[in-house]
């Protein structure tokens, strides 16, 4: 048997070989967490990855608090970047047996166990007493009753109709210092009052206060067409005008407490900060940015109330904040506002870095009290920069001139091989001209003649380096070169900033700073654009200040976010 062959027969037995089954996600949920008596509920059971025939769950452990309605089940199919992912939802309709707080069990579906979950049971409304005698009814509520400024209330409006129903949404009048914003598209379900079965249309609200004292929300109204079952012209589309409202409610707001001082005034009903992106082993080298996220995330506050994240000046490190990210989810009848800021913190020399503690104070409105979120104060070890053997330990291994001088990229991560061709072309060209230049310079000097003095081979050599690496895509070679030849000029160059503050071209000024931002701050890099601009911005040379600029002209101010407080 030859060799293709055997290889060959391994493959096929590695495709017959089955591919190990994924376990299929399973999480369960209600669509509402508070309901009243008589109101059904939907109880979804979402499989993820399903696959072949899912059977209906037993759901035996329900009827204890739940009396089972109906069930329903929808498949769904998506394709992402090429990758299909299918979903399997049983729907159940539940209707509660008796008021008080009931338990979901966990439930068997697909192999898989669903986590428990809980369900507020209240009495019906007054409104349930009338409910027989009117085949179109709304209710309205709002809760908390009392809360302060700037939080989230929910306000809930209820359409109950008997019979066919067409109309407009429902109307909700505007209330003067009140922000009241819909959430979501609205609920229909059925609910039972005084023994009669009713369609319900629920409609949420976020409701914020903007300021203190008592504030009245005028009833919510509806007008349509209803269709009476009853009545014989019916038949022929006979119906009549339907105008009902909800009544009216009110609240008493608060103002923040009189000590709050000037800090962001945050009422919440649960809030979270959080920092991540830590590197596993507690170590980082001088020159390699170490990405953090920080998050913060409110229960009952949109995330333009949210204050902005920072991080505070870091002893020999330099932090860029990158562009926040922001959004809103709702969770029930509560808005969950989240903001995100990252950070590249730069470290510039070996040792400790310590970042410090971060501290947000909120008033919890569940509680009634302040409360303090914090991030603990965490600390990693700088090592030195691999290959970085330089008498400047401050500067970062990104602007080390030797590493510069060697090879523009080296250390640009997985060099490809037309890199590494064209690396060794400029070095072979870069040794050509060093080898005539030297034999050029022996031929000149004469024996008990004058030497003269020798060109500026190391400023035209890293000249030449620079702009290779400007029309490669590696932005670490870039700065090093730029680095590296701006040294040749002035010795004490340590790092780009202190290169911009040297010069007098406004062009210049903003090529390095556009190379600092691909650098540090992690963005896209092309090979185009960027590189011509370095190019145009120093093909002259360096413009340098004068000496009189320099000690007239102030040093350019250190990139520092705000403080949070």
Same mark, same amino acid.
């Given at each position: 048997?030859?060799?293709?062959?055997?290889?060959?027969?391994?493959?096929? !037995?590695?495709?017959?070989?089955?591919?190990?089954?994924?376990?299929?996600?399973?999480?369960?949920?209600?669509?509402?967490?508070?309901?009243?008596?008589?109101?059904?509920?939907?109880?979804?059971?979402?499989?993820? +990855?399903? $696959?072949?025939?899912?059977?209906?769950?037993?759901?035996?452990?329900?009827?204890?608090? %739940?009396?089972?309605?109906?069930?329903?089940?929808?498949?769904?199919?998506?394709?992402?970047?090429?990758?299909?992912?299918?979903?399997?939802? %049983?729907?159940?309709?539940?209707? @509660?047996?008796?008021?008080?707080?009931?338990?979901?069990?966990?439930?068997?579906?697909? $192999?898989?166990?669903?986590?428990?979950?809980?369900?507020?049971?209240?009495?019906?409304?007054?409104?349930?007493?009338?409910?027989?005698?009117?085949?179109?009814?709304?209710? !309205?509520?709002?809760?908390? /009753?009392?809360?302060?400024?700037?939080?989230?209330?929910?306000?809930?409006?209820?359409?109950?109709?008997?019979?066919?129903?067409?109309?407009?949404? =429902?109307?909700?009048?505007?209330?003067?210092?009140?922000?009241?914003?819909?959430?979501?598209?609205?609920?229909?379900?059925?609910?039972?009052?005084?023994?009669?079965?009713?369609?319900?249309?629920?409609?949420?609200?976020?409701?914020?206060?903007?300021?203190?004292?008592?504030?009245?929300?005028?009833?919510?109204?509806?007008? $349509?067409?209803?269709?009476?079952?009853?009545?014989?012209?019916?038949? %022929?589309?006979?119906? #009549?005008?339907?105008?009902?409202?909800?009544?009216?409610?009110?609240?008493?707001? *608060? !103002?923040? @407490?009189?000590?709050?001082?000037?800090?962001?005034?945050?009422? !919440?009903? +649960?809030?979270?900060?959080?920092?991540?992106?830590? @590197?596993?082993? /507690?170590?980082?080298?001088?020159?390699?940015?170490?990405?953090?996220?920080?998050?913060? *995330?409110?229960?009952?506050?949109?995330?333009?109330?949210?204050?902005?994240?920072?991080?505070?000046?870091?002893?020999?490190?330099?932090?860029? @904040?990158?562009?926040?990210?922001?959004?809103?989810?709702? +969770?029930? *009848?509560?808005?969950?506002?989240?903001?995100?800021?990252?950070?590249?913190?730069?470290?510039?020399?070996?040792?400790?870095?310590?970042?410090?503690?971060?501290?947000?104070?909120?008033?919890?409105?569940?509680?009634?009290?302040?409360?303090?979120?914090? =991030?603990?104060?965490?600390?990693?070890?700088?090592?030195?920069?691999?290959?970085?053997?330089?008498?400047?330990?401050?500067?970062?291994?990104?602007?080390?001139?030797?590493?510069?001088?060697?090879?523009?990229?080296?250390?640009?991560?997985?060099?490809?091989?037309?890199?590494?061709?064209?690396?060794?072309?400029?070095?072979?060209?870069?040794?050509?001209?060093?080898?005539?230049?030297?034999?050029?310079?022996?031929?000149?000097?004469?024996?008990?003649?004058?030497?003269?003095?020798?060109?500026?081979?190391?400023?035209?050599?890293?000249?030449?380096?620079?702009?290779?690496?400007?029309?490669?895509? #590696?932005?670490?070679? *870039?700065?090093?070169?730029?680095?590296?030849?701006?040294?040749?000029?002035?010795?004490?160059?340590?790092?780009?900033?202190?290169?911009?503050?040297?010069?007098?071209?406004?062009?210049?000024?903003?090529?390095?700073?556009?190379?600092? /931002?691909?650098?540090?701050?992690?963005?896209?890099?092309?090979? $185009?654009?960027?590189?011509?601009?370095?190019?145009?911005?120093?093909?002259?040379?360096?413009?340098?200040?004068?000496?009189?600029? +320099?000690?007239?002209?102030?040093?350019?101010?250190?990139?520092?976010?705000?403080?949070?407080?």
């Amino acid at each position: 048997m030859s060799f293709a062959r055997v290889i060959a027969g391994c493959l096929l !037995a590695l495709l017959l070989v089955p591919a190990p089954a994924r376990a299929s996600q399973v999480t369960a949920t209600l669509d509402r967490s508070q309901v009243q008596l008589g109101d059904t509920v939907t109880l979804n059971l979402r499989v993820d +990855d399903a $696959g072949g025939n899912v059977a209906m769950p037993d759901l035996s452990a329900l009827y204890q608090d %739940f009396d089972i309605l109906g069930s329903s089940q929808n498949s769904s199919l998506s394709i992402l970047n090429g990758k299909a992912t299918s979903s399997l939802t %049983f729907g159940v309709a539940l209707r @509660p047996k008796h008021v008080g707080t009931l338990q979901v069990p966990s439930l068997k579906v697909a $192999g898989a166990q669903t986590a428990p979950l809980q369900l507020e049971v209240s009495a019906p409304s007054a409104a349930a007493a009338v409910a027989p005698n009117r085949d179109v009814f709304m209710e !309205a509520r709002v809760e908390p /009753q009392q809360g302060y400024v700037g939080e989230q209330f929910s306000y809930v409006v209820k359409l109950f109709y008997a019979n066919d129903l067409s109309g407009g949404p =429902i109307n909700v009048p505007n209330v003067s210092g009140v922000e009241l914003n819909p959430l979501g598209k609205g609920l229909q379900y059925d609910s039972v009052r005084g023994g009669r079965t009713y369609h319900v249309f629920e409609q949420r609200y976020a409701l914020t206060p903007q300021r203190a004292g008592r504030v009245d929300v005028p009833a919510a109204s509806f007008q $349509g067409a209803a269709m009476d079952p009853g009545d014989p012209n019916s038949f %022929f589309g006979a119906t #009549d005008n339907v105008s009902v409202s909800a009544p009216a409610v009110s609240i008493e707001v *608060q !103002a923040a @407490p009189s000590d709050w001082g000037n800090h962001a005034w945050l009422p !919440a009903r +649960d809030l979270s900060l959080s920092l991540d992106g830590w @590197p596993a082993p /507690q170590q980082v080298r001088v020159g390699q940015p170490l990405n953090l996220t920080m998050t913060l *995330q409110a229960t009952g506050l949109s995330d333009d109330t949210l204050p902005a994240l920072s991080l505070p000046p870091l002893d020999g490190a330099t932090v860029y @904040p990158d562009k926040p990210v922001t959004h809103n989810h709702v +969770d029930g *009848q509560w808005i969950i506002g989240q903001r995100q800021q990252a950070f590249a913190i730069v470290p510039e020399r070996p040792g400790t870095l310590s970042i410090p503690a971060t501290t947000l104070k909120w008033w919890n409105v569940l509680t009634d009290k302040m409360e303090v979120a914090q =991030i603990p104060a965490r600390s990693v070890t700088v090592l030195p920069a691999i290959g970085g053997g330089t008498t400047q330990p401050a500067v970062p291994a990104s602007t080390s001139s030797a590493a510069a001088t060697a090879s523009p990229a080296a250390s640009a991560p997985a060099p490809t091989p037309w890199r590494w061709i064209a690396l060794g072309s400029i070095a072979l060209w870069v040794g050509s001209l060093l080898a005539w230049w030297l034999w050029g310079r022996r031929r000149r000097r004469a024996p008990g003649a004058e030497p003269t003095p020798a060109p500026a081979s190391s400023a035209h050599q890293a000249r030449i380096a620079f702009l290779a690496a400007a029309r490669d895509s #590696d932005v670490a070679a *870039q700065a090093r070169c730029l680095l590296a030849w701006a040294r040749t000029e002035r010795p004490g160059i340590q790092h780009l900033s202190e290169l911009s503050a040297a010069l007098d071209d406004a062009a210049q000024h903003a090529a390095i700073e556009a190379l600092q /931002q691909r650098h540090y701050a992690g963005t896209s890099t092309d090979s $185009g654009d960027s590189g011509v601009e370095l190019v145009d911005a120093f093909s002259r040379g360096f413009a340098w200040r004068s000496a009189t600029a +320099d000690r007239d002209g102030a040093a350019l101010p250190p990139l520092y976010p705000f403080k949070l407080h």
